[in-house]
């Protein structure tokens, strides 16, 4: 099992940036695909990125292409979202998933993913 915790969150003005983290805990972080995803208040979860066990190939959902980068860092535990030239339409929830083990690539769909974190506030203010 993994734990994952998400952290970086807060409130930016439009064409800002953060940078989301994801730590990870228990089993080997290298073993896991993972993923980012999101959800707006009255909408549903839905995917942003995602990333394969060694980092070199990278998945976008089209509103985010060009803007946000994935990436990790397996040493340290530690997935990341980097997102710049934000817009309002990005204020969200966003949590961080892991596949199941024995997965290498990353999955644009929730149901891929079975370890969730408690998800980062991401207010982005016109």
């Known amino acids: 099992q993994v734990q994952l915790v998400e952290s970086g969150g807060g409130l930016v003005q439009a064409g800002g940036s953060l940078r989301l983290s994801c730590a990870a805990s228990?089993?080997?972080?290298?073993?896991?695909?993972m993923g980012w995803f999101r959800q707006a208040p009255g909408k549903e979860r839905e995917f942003v990125a995602a990333?394969?066990?060694?980092?070199?190939?990278?998945y976008y959902s089209d509103f985010v292409k060009g803007r946000f980068t994935i990436s990790r860092v397996n040493a340290k535990n530690t997935m990341y979202l980097q997102m710049n030239s934000l817009k309002p339409e990005d204020t969200a929830v966003y949590y961080c998933?892991?596949?199941?083990?024995?997965?290498?690539?990353?999955?644009?769909?929730?149901?891929?993913?079975?370890?969730w974190g408690q998800g980062t506030q991401v207010t982005v203010s016109s």
């Open positions: 998933a892991a596949r199941p083990v024995g997965y290498a690539s990353g999955s644009y769909s929730m149901e891929d993913y079975d370890y």
């Open positions: 228990g089993r080997t972080f290298s073993s896991y695909a």
């Open positions: 990333i394969n066990l060694s980092g070199a190939n990278r």
